[in-house]
């Protein structure tokens, strides 16, 4: 091939990767033969390698029928925050219970749980699947994150929502659990702040009043006890700053199943 071809080839090329990506190459022949081909096929498997994460973290995790649902469901971690602020809110039914949305956003504000119970909402029966080693498949019904979080309009510079719970880890009442996830998991389908379990009002050892469902991660991702939602762009200045209190322990940020 002459040198002058090759360029024109290779504008060909560029124009084909940026309109259609790498299935434009297949009907180029003796492509390989040249020494620029493996470079920018190289860079199309990072494009399309790419794409392929963003539509495996919109898909939708398995949902399973009514029949299928375990027989219980069990607790884990803390099974009742203990402080005295949760027993009043316990005392009263969570009737003084708020969740804080801000942070980064242009308007904050705060729900009931009678509000939240007239936000959009989604039911999913799904399976839990704790890092412990035991799964349970119940049905979750809550208020989508993403209604909550289109009502407070996130800041351009928001880029993680902390849940912030109810529980002390240490036994003088500090160090509350939190959680974290990104936007891509925050307006998934599925990830919801859960109020009921299989159809009751969630129970105490499971979250009351509210909890984080974010079905294509493991279970530790979803907080229990959520008292408030602030919106970040890094996790600075959080705990210990690496976006969730196993995080700080040790454990991956990202925990997909
Ligand atoms: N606030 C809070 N959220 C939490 C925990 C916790 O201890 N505190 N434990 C996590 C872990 S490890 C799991 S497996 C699930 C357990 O949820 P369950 O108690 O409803 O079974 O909650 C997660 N969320
Ligand atoms: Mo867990």
């Avoid at 939602?229 to 690496?242: C, D, K, M, P, T």
Wanted: overall charge neutral; aromatic content about 10%.
């Amino acid at each position: 091939m002459k040198r002058s071809d090759r360029r024109k080839r290779r504008r060909f090329l560029a124009r084909a990767l940026g309109l259609a990506g790498v299935g434009a190459l297949a009907g180029c022949e003796k492509l390989s033969q040249t020494t620029w081909f493996p470079a920018v096929l190289g860079k199309a498997d990072v494009l399309s390698e790419g794409a392929a994460k963003l539509v495996r973290r919109k898909a939708l995790a398995q949902e399973f029928s009514p029949e299928e649902r375990s027989p219980t469901f069990r607790s884990n971690g803390t099974a009742d925050p203990g402080t005295d602020d949760y027993q009043a809110l316990v005392a009263d039914g969570f009737a003084g219970y708020r969740l804080v949305v801000d942070g980064l956003v242009e308007s904050p504000r705060q729900w009931t749980l009678a509000e939240l119970r007239a936000m959009p909402s989604r039911s999913q029966i799904t399976r839990h699947d704790c890092v412990e080693g035991w799964s349970a498949i119940a049905q979750w019904q809550g208020a989508r994150l993403s209604a909550v979080l289109a009502a407070v309009r996130p800041k351009p510079e928001a880029r993680y929502v902390v849940f912030h719970c109810a529980d002390p880890m240490e036994s003088d009442g500090t160090d509350l659990y939190y959680e974290s996830i990104d936007f891509d998991d925050a307006y998934h389908e599925q990830t919801i702040l859960a109020y009921e379990l299989n159809g009751q009002p969630l129970p105490v050892k499971n979250g009351a009043p509210l909890r984080l469902r974010v079905e294509r991660q493991l279970g530790y991702k979803h907080a229990k006890y959520v008292m408030r939602l602030e919106l970040v762009s890094s996790f600075a200045g959080i705990g210990g700053g690496n976006g969730g209190y196993w995080e700080d322990q040790g454990y991956q940020w990202y925990a997909g199943i």
